[in-house]
């Protein structure tokens, strides 16, 4: 047999091994892998609040919010949708955070875009709590999209995941009908 052929029949051997140990690592870890669902317990993360003059400030742990509703989205300054979402996300604020609502507006931008989330946040949707994600959050709650927006109640409990956006109308509907069961 030549080197060529033997090389050649090496190469594909070592190819379908990475193949088989990739294959490994995705079922090991699929759970992972996933969006969470409603019924499934929040993960804690960290993330950074962002002050009122555009700068970071101290650590915010999810755990803190446990005995309020809380929705939690994810976004973008560049992200059209998410821009879509704000007044939304005000309105609820407004109604709502007498009642036990918070809103976590968590920037994925990373912290060198808190002083322009800080703008578009006092711009739109004033009244929400803007935090910058460290990268734990969105990969704990698998986000590979946005908007991605959660509701989560007292207990620490996902009741609801909404990925992208079809309608501001649809998403309004979608989080009251979450929301208002569980002040």
Not at 7 to 27: C, M, P, T
Request: with cysteine.
């Amino acid at each position: 047999m030549s080197r060529v052929r033997i090389s050649g029949i090496a190469f594909v051997l070592l190819l379908l091994g990475l193949l088989v140990l990739n294959g490994y690592g995705v079922v090991t870890n699929c759970s992972g892998l996933r969006p969470l669902h409603s019924g499934e317990a929040a993960p804690n993360f960290r993330s950074i609040k962002v002050t009122a003059a555009g700068r970071l400030g101290s650590i915010q742990q999810l755990d803190s919010t446990r005995g309020s509703v809380v929705v939690l989205d994810f976004w973008a300054t560049w992200c059209g949708p998410c821009k879509s979402t704000m007044p939304v996300l005000e309105e609820l604020a407004k109604r709502y955070g007498p009642r036990g609502l918070r809103i976590l507006s968590v920037n994925t931008e990373g912290r060198g875009a808190a002083a322009k989330a800080r703008r578009m946040i006092d711009r739109l949707a004033p009244s929400v709590e803007l935090l910058m994600d460290t990268g734990e959050g969105s990969t704990l709650y698998n986000v590979s999209s946005i908007p991605h927006m959660l509701v989560i109640d007292r207990e620490g409990k996902v009741h609801m995941v909404h990925r992208g956006l079809i309608t501001v109308s649809g998403l309004r509907s979608d989080l009251i009908d979450a929301i208002e069961p569980l002040l």
